[in-house]
């Protein structure tokens, strides 16, 4: 592999069409899943974590209205004096959804590239290892005011169709401040929840700037039938601000200088920043996500063929 590929394919504010198509090189030897057979020949290639009339047997629990009666344990049933209905796993397809934030405050960046750009790169070299292993692929792109998604499919259209959205929301941000009411991160997974089918699996790419309860209670909605991996993009000055003066920072409208020169500004700020990290470690322990962290400083490429490339690679809960 050209050791030039990622180095120059996210070194400015905005991606590229160009740029993007390169991540099929990246994307090779990504594996997003491990293997894991399956015991149907037609059902599909992957067990998923919807639950329905599957051949894998996976727990009992108390009857809910809607459970098919012939799935009934009457053996447990008749122990409790309670219905309980056995659950099983289906085998199937697993299409892989990508939703990537291309919001206002992604536009920021202070190393190699801004978190707008690394997330358009990480969702690009994603959607190309998915179809490299034959996976139907669906993306969700969201603005500031607005949001394009496009239903999973299996061929080169799809990640074709990823890649133009992709440039087209990050070309229209020019400033990491929204203008007016934007989009919440619940907002965009309470979508996400419309669109992604059971048994699906999704790849959040995000600053998780604004996680909040509403947010969290969206992801866990979406846990309970997704295979959901967090890829939380983040740039070195949010965690730490060191400097010898102050630093003059404006919105356009208002400046405003920051004593970083001062170390008891400096705790709190890192302080802070630490705080709001460990809130999404937690939440995604709590819930079971994986979480992914990237920084601009990164080498994104190496990041992700050490998560997911070769066979030694940990299966991910189904």
Known sequence: MP???????????YCSVA??????????????????????AQAGRFRTRFRGRGVDFEEVRLYQPGDDIRSIDWRVTARTQVPHTKLYSEERERPVYLLCDQRSPMFFGSVQHFKSTLACHLASCIGWAALGAGDRVGSLVFGDQDFRDSRPKRSKHAVLQLIRLLEQYNHQLHSPIANSNPLSLAQMLNDTQRIAKPGAAL????????????????????????????????????????????????????????????????????????????????????????????????????????????????????
Request: with cysteine; glycine share 2%.
């Open 3 to 13: 050791t030039d590929v990622n180095t120059q394919s996210a070194d400015s504010a």
């Open 203 to 318: 790849f959040v790419i995000s600053d998780f700037n604004d996680l909040d309860k509403a947010a969290e209670k969206q992801l866990f909605q979406l846990s309970r039938h997704l295979d959901i991996s967090l890829i939380h993009t983040h740039d070195p000055l949010e965690q730490q601000l060191i400097g010898n003066s102050a630093l003059a920072v404006t919105n356009g409208t208002d400046k405003q200088l920051l004593p970083v020169n001062q170390k008891r500004f400096q705790s709190e700020y890192a302080l802070m920043a630490a705080d709001k990290q460990q809130q999404l470690r937690d939440t995604c322990t709590r819930l079971q996500i994986e979480l992914i962290p990237v920084s601009t400083a990164d080498d994104y490429a190496t990041v992700l063929r050490h998560r997911f490339a070769g066979p030694t690679r940990h299966t991910r809960r189904r």
């Open 19 to 40: 740029n993007l198509l390169r991540e099929r090189f990246n994307a090779r030897d990504l594996k997003l899943f491990a293997p894991h057979p399956v015991k149907s």
